[in-house]
């Protein structure tokens, strides 16, 4: 009956994971980051580096936490777009698995919401 429960909580678990993987872009229009559950070290150092080479926007993960595979385990997230949009987002692990992160900075003169940092479960890139 152990056995039972431990499957049944697993593949809880596994539904309620967000399995999509980090997404960003970032082009004259605007500029965005989404970090799940998935997102490696790596991969974040190498997308921050991109952030900055490309737009000057600089992105701090340096108090994020990893689990031994790399995968993000608590996320602390730093944005300064150096144009006056700025901010901070944090995440747990738990947090994590039920949505993901992240950060836009959107530089089009009409737009309404120009930058936001946060959770990401409602954005969509249009």
């Given at each position: 009956m152990k056995n039972i429960y431990l499957v049944a909580f697993s593949l809880f678990l596994l539904s309620c994971s967000n399995y999509e993987k980090t997404a960003y872009g970032i082009n004259d229009e605007k500029a965005y980051l989404v970090v799940t559950s998935a997102t490696t070290e790596p991969e974040l150092e190498?997308?921050?580096q991109?952030?900055?080479e490309q737009k000057g926007i600089?992105?701090?993960?340096?108090?994020?936490?990893y689990d031994n595979a790399g995968t993000i385990h608590n996320l602390s997230l730093e944005v300064d777009c150096q144009d006056g949009y700025s901010g901070t987002a944090s995440a747990s692990s738990v947090s994590l698995l039920?949505?993901?992160y992240g950060f836009?900075?959107?530089?089009r003169?009409?737009?309404e919401i120009p930058f936001y940092i946060g959770s990401m479960?409602?954005?969509r890139e249009d």
């Open positions: 190498k997308i921050a991109e952030f900055y600089v992105i701090d993960v340096s108090k994020s936490e039920k949505t993901s836009y900075r959107d530089y003169p009409s737009i479960e409602d954005y």
